[in-house]
């Protein structure tokens, strides 16, 4: 038997996600959907310094994971992530940039365009 | 973040406060689930047959060549015993009590669960499911002035209950005492009773302790002590819950 994802939460996010790339044939919701329907232990962890080192300013990011906090962030970067450690999320915004939830970013940018995923 | 309205004894609001942060956790029914059934399992006993039960003969077995099943048999006869397929014998693959019937939750897990369970009591739609029933419109978890906790009789704490509109579910509860189905009936359970409504105080020796404790269904919990268990019987998570002023002050300050 596979057993699938018990967290409703996570498992209506996964859903939506992969409806979202049906309806709108947009690849990307579904790769992050895949990568979301992993083990958690296999799940992507970005740390700041990490986006600090690759990303660029005003970059989109999406983490099919968790942000966690620790290095310095000097970028105005828009992070949309499954989950953030509480300093990552006062690091980013002090930053000048913004954190948001996974859908939160796919209604804002429902093309996905320039959206890269790190991880 | 939600509010609550206080009320007093008589089912007035006296004030409306905002809920403490333990009341936004995120709802995690897997969780509760999985905390609520270890709960249950590390609350049974042991069972099994006395040692040596439908073993305690002298026998042998006479081997072959006598015309006679080659069971094993007593020694000052011919009868056969002790076998589990004799009359009176030992069991085969009885129920033993090394048995370990624990289950372990992770202490984070179990965290969330108790968390996610307390937030489920404040959402009506949740309560109602678990088929509780309570006054339309009365906000939840339903909070009460702190005079509750020095009700000594059981008539006034129903009163009080009545007045602020949630007796219906203890009502509930009367009626829903039923014969329990199965073995249980004949080994001192014999009625089983649904959960009513869960009282949190603050002070374990609060007198409405002994004034609440013997309302069908009804629960009393310190706020401190409280479990995943008691806020989401069997697993389902919304348990109507009453709280005192001051023990929803202690849940503020976990």
Known sequence: MKAGKTDPNLAAVISALKAESRASGVG???????????????????????LERYASEGDVIVVPGKVLGAGELSKKVT?????????????????????????ELVKEMPKGTGVKIMG | MSKVNIYSLSGEVLRTEALPKAFSTQFRPDVI????VAEEANKRQPYGPKPGAGARHSVSTWGKGRGVARVQRLAQGAKAAESPN?????????PRVERDWSKKVNRKEKALAKMSALAATADA?????RGHRFKEGLTLPVVIEDRLEGIESTTDVLAALRNVGVSDDIARAKDGI???????????RPYRMPRSLLLVVSVHDAAVVKGARNLPGVEVAYADRLNPGLLAPG???????????????????W
């Open chain 1, 28 to 50: 990307i919701w579904r790769d992050i959907a895949l990568r979301l329907e992993k083990a958690k232990a296999n799940w992507a962890e970005v740390n700041l310094s990490k």
């Open chain 1, 79 to 103: 992070v949309a992530a499954y989950g953030f450690s509480e300093s990552a999320r006062a690091k980013i915004e002090a930053a000048g940039g913004k954190d948001l939830t996974i859908m």
């Open chain 2, 33 to 36: 689930h999985r905390a609520v």
């Open chain 2, 178 to 188: 039923r014969i329990r189905a199965g073995r249980g009936k004949m080994r001192g």
């Open chain 2, 235 to 253: 697993g389902m998570p919304g348990r109507l819950t009453v709280f005192t002023e001051s023990a929803l002050r202690k849940i503020g300050e």
């Open chain 2, 86 to 94: 004799n009359v009176g014998g030992r069991r085969a693959h009885p």
């Open chain 2, 125 to 129: 739609e949740k309560v109602r499911a």
